[in-house]
């Protein structure tokens, strides 16, 4: 069974400051990685989609890699504006069955 | 193009009561996924439509049900509301849900409340 971690679980940052936050997946044999942004009683949002057979994928001040050999992502965000303020959740689809698998999510805070 | 449509956004229904939740795909996206999200256990999967068809089951009571109708549209339904099942619940939308047409978009939830 596939299992995804996002560390860190909480990240507190002062505006402007560029940031990493980190997905590990334990079953490397993937089709693509999703990232997500939730919003406080909102649903997901899809911010970026790579596939297995790129190694970054890139949306205005977003930057995701993947390492599928690793069983890593990342997303970089350049720039960190208040408005950023959300979880992210990252997101493995499955190869056989229809379950994504999510990962627990990391709460940024950026403070003005 | 419309996005993923949830109905209704809030709910409060009562103990012992029934409810059955609604989601609209993307126009074209076969698969229908429905997940629980809670503070707690985060996101866990309910199940899978696809044409009409349930093709995955968590491991979640029977008395949780869903159903997919010809134009992809898919209802969930919970019986006999425990203070638990107090919620929110996504539907995601995807082409198909199987390799690599696995993107995912998410309608804004139902929020339910069981008092």
């Known amino acids: 069974k596939q299992e995804v971690t996002q560390i860190p679980a909480a990240l507190s940052v002062p505006e402007g400051e560029n940031l990493v936050l980190n997905c590990s997946f334990t079953?490397?044999?993937?089709?693509?990685l999703q990232w997500f942004r939730q919003d406080p009683g909102k649903g997901l949002t899809s911010l970026l989609l790579i596939q297995s057979s790129q190694r970054e994928q890139t949306s205005g001040r977003l930057n995701a890699s993947l390492d599928k050999s690793s069983g890593r992502s990342t997303l970089y965000i350049a720039a960190s504006q208040p408005g950023d303020s959300a979880t992210y959740l990252c997101a493995v689809p499955p190869n056989t069955g229809n379950q994504f698998y999510f990962g627990t999510g990391t709460s940024l805070t950026v403070i003005p | 193009k419309a996005g993923v449509t949830q109905t209704p956004r809030y709910l409060i229904k009562t103990r012992g009561q029934q409810v059955t939740l609604s989601c609209s795909p993307i126009?074209?996206?076969?698969?229908v996924s429905w997940y629980q999200q809670t503070p707690g256990q985060g996101l866990q999967f309910l199940f899978e439509?696809?044409?009409?068809?349930?093709?995955n089951k968590g491991n979640f009571p029977g008395r949780f049900s869903g159903r997919q109708f010809s134009n992809s549209r898919s209802e969930m339904n919970v019986s006999t509301l425990e203070l638990g099942d107090s919620a929110l619940y996504l539907c995601?939308?995807?082409?198909?849900?199987?390799?690599?047409?696995?993107?995912?978009?998410f309608g804004q939830g139902t929020r339910l409340t069981v008092v």
């Open positions: 126009s074209g996206h076969r698969s």
């Open positions: 995601a939308s995807t082409l198909t849900g199987t390799g690599w047409n696995t993107e995912a978009f």
């Open positions: 079953d490397s044999a993937i089709y693509n």
């Open positions: 439509y696809f044409s009409e068809t349930q093709r």
